[in-house]
């Protein structure tokens, strides 16, 4: 009777220890292929409010590091963020590149920000599909023409404040009665702020858009967001966007041939 109390004990002990294994395991870190930029302030912002546990790894862009053959076997098209996470589908691997596409992927994964039900759902994708096509490549162009070029292009610089000054008053109308862009807080806010917090560099006057200015407040006042726009800031200091070699890594790139 003793005996087999103590092998029962003795086989509880050995399942425990397989559990923990296991769920040492499912506790693996998310890769975070990382740049404090706001595309890459995208998806720390979701790992910090999702309490995923990460560890970022710096992609020096400045540096060209997003050349690296081990970076682009992750991300082909040579631009961070990107993610490896150890425990994706079936319990193996997988990477993921564009911002977009690991939001939805961490929100399918958690059940968080990222509404399942098909309406809620088509909403939060339209904003999301808006901020990746418009907001994000629009504002970018601002950065270039109006911060980092050498030569100054009046009409380039016009036409892309004005084409994120037209954005804007879409995003001020469609906060009028909302109090996130798809209704709940969301994957798509996530992606909106760390552009729209940059409202200053690219031309734009906040006070213009009160319902914008009300949601970057309150985005702001969120502590994840706060972690996930200070990820890595310090990463950034010292470099200089007109360097010529910063410059010769970052814009006018053609194809690389393989
Ligand atoms: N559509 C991509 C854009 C990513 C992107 O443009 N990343 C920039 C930094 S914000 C980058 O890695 N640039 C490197 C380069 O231009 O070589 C996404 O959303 O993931």
Known sequence: MARAKS???????????????????????????????????????????????????PVNISRGEQFN????????????????????????PISIFESGA???????????????DERARVEVDQWLFWQMGGVGPMAGQVHHFKNYAVETLTYAINRYVNEVNRL????????????????????????????????????QDINEFPNLKRWLETMKARPAVQRGMTLGLELRQGIDMKDPKVQAVLFNQRARVA
Not at 71 to 92: E, H, S, Y
């Open 69 to 92: 053959p081990d970076f682009l076997k992750i991300a082909p098209n040579n631009r961070m963020p990107a993610i490896v996470d150890p425990q994706g589908p079936g319990g193996r």
């Open 168 to 203: 804007y008053g879409v995003m001020n109308i469609r906060l009028k009665d909302r109090p996130f862009i798809a209704g709940k807080y969301s994957i798509a806010d996530m992606a909106l702020v760390g552009w729209v917090n940059g409202w200053e560099r690219q031309g």
């Open 102 to 116: 690991i939001l939805q992927y961490l929100g399918r994964k958690t059940g968080k920000f990222y509404p399942a």
């Open 7 to 57: 092998e029962r004990s003795a086989a509880k002990a050995a399942k425990a220890k397989t559990t923990k294994k296991k769920s040492g395991k499912s506790n693996k870190p998310i890769e975070l292929y990382y740049w404090p930029t706001p595309n890459g302030f995208k998806i720390s912002i979701m790992l910090e409010e999702c309490r995923l546990p990460y560890v970022m790894k």
